[in-house]
């Protein structure tokens, strides 16, 4: 079983440590303060800037609520119906649910990571290859319009199969709905279900484990559940370790 | 309209690490050197904040945007081609260092039996050792004459690593000791030990010790961290172009980096090259940049691309065989091996760096007498430690579906509790795989995309096999409850393609099959020089850097030459005996 050391901790104590210290000891480690090991040509560029700013200090000690409380930035900035959030919300939880180790996707603010995703340029594909034809299956739809097809599809034969929308559904319902989803087997236009499924499956994982900075993995209790530290600058300390090492987890926010 | 530009004496395309090599060298023997780089600037300032699993390794920070210009590919002729549109699947790096900023620090050699691997298997099995349509050739040079480029590269690059029975001779210590060894690579240690291999600490740029190079370079030491293969390291303690070769480069003050400076074409008359166009992707506008040489220093694709745009070399024909450019593509992106889940130990999988692991090489090369195996090559066995990315590593019993409670649960508590032996095998060139411009995708400037036509062969999936059982037997040594052997596509699928990718303008002796000579002289452009793994006749088991690395040191001696004695072929023709 997954050691359960940090897991009910809601609210660790991250800002309330001394920010700077870790990363004076590391500094120290490498030999990047005293000058030690290296010379100053290669570091010497960054070297005490962004570390050691009185900046840096002023702003790390801040208490959290000061860049702005979860709640004010827990909006719909890409969907604009509240029932395709709602039908999405209750999609994530189904593939990474809230139990006895932990919270689910909703839990963890991914659906509000996705929304927020969807709405940055690679919600319209902009670094990708665009041009026609557009052969083979390949679909001409941006990621967006994927998803609220995708969503309205969800409800939609929800309600043909089963008689209700897709969030009033037992567990086991939906989960049907979305192996179906999953399998190809549901007609979409321009695109697969299979390749919404596998959007809306990626975009979930990416909500419960990727930076709080995005919006979801909120207080880091996607990686606490997984026992990952996040950002650490050295892992020298532990890298020959023979046991396992339970770290606190940071964020970038910490590094600020 | 064109603006023509004063002549520079060395222009490269790109500023990756062979740029970078070729500006350092150049540079410090007097001469101008430009390079023009497509990408933006960068510093490892650009780094101390990047560790961010969803920037960099999910929507891929470092590379280009393939908005104008992706690859298209196709399993064989009679098929129509596909681009790759998203990034994820063709991800390139840009910018100062190229790819040498992402890059894991893998820096194996290659071995004496691949420079010389046809002769060397006609040697020792006969000629019916090679299948029909297999085009294997000598690379026109030996592993004697490329040893002092690698120990150049590696001691530029301060590699930390150790000899083992099987890695390749060597004139020199490796410049720095062993990477550290983690709890999951000493277990790989007692149970290759055990099954009679001979294991070691795989070679790394990502140095074990801060190291100052022959140039007066400074590189700190590893801390470790884990965010470092697609990253850029903050410590400058992974050797990449920027705190090396580039570096270097500037000192002499006779080194520039244009910017947002695309090649479209490499201008010449026939006989040689007399520089190129280049558009500057800000404003649009055109420029004619004379040089007194060129060099191709970008990604194996695009330097083969602008070879056909320019209409330089004779084109490769799959038909008849005859024919260069284009010729031998090899894809070396076909990871393969085991997992294996621990139920009674927990690894510190968090922690890692891009080159830290351990191998095994009896396998690869001619290692192992091949009389009664029915493929040619083989692959190194490796247990690596690079970290542990928490959205994309969810290891799972088999039978798990890849979602919902179960796979939450099997996925949180394997997380730490699973280590992969992967293998990387080394991919034979065939008659009927080769890069040619597509006939259908273009970019934003109305020129065709590189197509690429590849598919496995017998040769590929029977390596597979045999390497997969291997890893394996390694895995249930080690102790794992659960043993999953890894699994091979039918078909090549062209999933993350980029980066690995060998052929399309190959070295040899002979320049009725090569593209260049062994100083990576164009045979049919004496001016031009092709730097890159598209040299590559075929693709070793591992890492293309310390190869590439090592034969742009040795064609920077040529280009030096070249300039000093004005002209000429470094080598002879091997088929003419044409005289310089």
């Given at each position: 079983m997954v050691d359960k050391g940090t897991r009910n901790e809601k609210n660790i104590p991250v800002n309330q440590e001394v920010p700077d210290s870790s990363r004076r000891k590391f500094l120290r480690n490498t030999g990047m303060v005293t000058g030690g090991v290296v010379g100053g040509a290669v570091l010497g560029g960054f070297l005490g800037n962004p570390f050691k700013t009185e900046k840096a200090e002023s702003t790390t000690t801040k208490p959290v609520e000061a860049h702005g409380s979860a709640s004010h930035t827990e909006a719909m900035q890409f969907f604009t119906r509240k029932e395709d959030f709602d039908t999405l919300a209750a999609a994530t939880e189904v593939i990474f649910p809230e139990d006895e180790s932990g919270p689910g996707a909703i839990g963890l603010g991914a659906p509000y990571y996705i929304d927020k995703q969807l709405a940055t340029p690679w919600g319209r594909n902009i670094d990708d290859y665009r041009k026609r034809p557009f052969a083979d299956g390949a679909t001409p739809l941006t990621r967006g319009d994927i998803m609220i097809q995708g969503i309205r599809k969800l409800n939609e034969v929800s309600q043909v199969k089963h008689k209700d929308k897709f969030k009033q559904l037992d567990e086991e319902k939906q989960i049907e709905v979305l192996q179906a989803f999953e399998s190809g087997e549901v007609e979409m236009t321009l695109v697969s279900s299979a390749e919404f499924f596998a959007t809306l499956r990626q975009l979930t994982m990416e909500g419960c484990f990727a930076d709080p900075v995005y919006g979801g993995n909120k207080n880091m209790e996607g990686w606490k559940m997984k026992e990952f530290p996040g950002a650490y600058m050295s892992y020298a300390d532990v890298i020959e370790s023979e046991e396992f090492v339970l770290k606190e987890p940071k964020s970038l926010s910490d590094h600020m | 309209m064109v603006k023509k530009l004063p002549e520079v004496e060395v222009l490269t395309v790109g500023a990756g690490w062979a740029g970078g090599i070729v500006a350092a060298e150049l540079t410090k023997a007097g001469h101008q050197v430009l390079s023009l780089e497509r990408g933006s600037e960068r510093t490892i300032e650009d780094f101390l904040h990047s560790h961010d699993e969803l920037k960099y390794g999910q929507k891929k920070e470092l590379m280009k945007p393939i908005t104008s210009d992706t690859v298209t590919v196709r399993n064989n002729e009679k098929q129509d081609s596909r681009p790759l549109r998203n990034i994820i699947n063709h991800p390139i790096g840009t910018g100062t260092g190229g790819s040498g900023v992402h890059w894991a620090g893998q820096t194996y050699r290659y071995y004496p039996y691949d420079f010389e691997i046809k002769s060397k298997t006609i040697e020792r099995y006969g000629e019916e050792k090679i299948p029909e349509g297999m085009t294997l050739q000598d690379w026109g040079i030996t592993y004697n004459e490329i040893e002092p480029y690698y120990d150049k590269f590696e001691k530029m690059a301060g590699i930390s690593g150790e000899d083992s029975k099987f890695t390749p001779e060597r004139s020199n210590p490796y410049p720095t000791p062993p990477m550290k060894k983690t709890p999951a690579m000493k277990l790989f240690h007692e149970a290759a030990e055990k099954l009679g291999y001979h294991p070691y600490v795989q070679p790394s740029g990502n140095l074990s010790q801060a190291y100052e190079n022959p140039d007066g370079e400074k590189i700190n030491a590893c801390q470790y961290c884990s965010f470092c293969s697609e990253y850029g390291c903050e410590y400058g303690a992974k050797s990449d172009p920027i705190v090396t070769v580039l570096s270097t480069a500037k000192k002499t003050g006779n080194h520039e980096v244009r910017y947002n400076s695309y090649v479209k074409r490499i201008l010449h008359d026939g006989k040689k090259a007399t520089g190129v166009l280049y558009v500057d992707l800000r404003t649009g506008e055109e420029f004619e940049q004379p040089a007194k040489i060129v060099v191709l220093t970008a990604y194996t694709l695009n330097n083969v691309r602008l070879l056909l745009l320019s209409e330089i070399g004779r084109k490769y024909d799959p038909v008849t065989g005859t024919g260069v450019i284009g010729k031998n593509l090899t894809d070396h992106h076909n990871y393969a091996g085991a997992s294996g889940l621990f139920d009674d130990k927990k690894f510190n999988l968090y922690a890692g760096s891009g080159a830290l692991g351990s191998s095994v090489?009896?396998?690869?090369?001619?290692?192992?007498?091949?009389?009664?195996?029915?493929?040619?090559h083989g692959g190194v066995i490796a247990l690596t430690q690079t970290g542990s990315p928490p959205i994309t590593r969810n290891p799972v019993p088999p039978g798990t579906p890849s979602w919902g409670r179960e796979f939450k649960k099997q996925s949180l508590h394997y997380f730490n509790r699973s280590l992969t032996v992967m293998t990387q095998r080394g991919v034979m060139p065939w008659k009927h795989n080769f890069i040619d411009l597509d006939s259908v995708y273009k970019d934003d400037f109305g020129d065709p995309l590189i197509r690429m036509t590849w598919d496995y062969s017998d040769n590929d999936r029977k390596i597979h096999e045999f390497m997969v059982e291997k890893c394996s037997e390694i895995l249930k040594e080690m102790g794992a409850t659960t043993v999953i052997p890894g699994g091979m596509a039918e078909h090549w699928q062209a999933f993350y393609v980029g980066l690995h990718l060998g052929g399309g303008a190959i070295m040899g002796a002979d320049s009725e099959t090569s593209a260049v000579n062994s100083y990576l002289q164009m045979w049919d452009m004496e001016n031009l020089f092709v730097c890159g793994a598209s040299a590559f006749p075929h693709f070793g088991t591992t890492n293309p850097t310390n190869t590439l690395g090592a034969l742009t040191y040795r064609a920077t001696e040529g280009m030096i030459e070249y300039l000093k004695t004005g002209g000429g072929l470094l080598v002879e023709r091997e088929n003419t005996k044409q005289n310089v």
């Open positions: - | 090489s009896e396998f690869e090369a001619d290692n192992v007498d091949h009389t009664n195996l029915d493929f040619i």
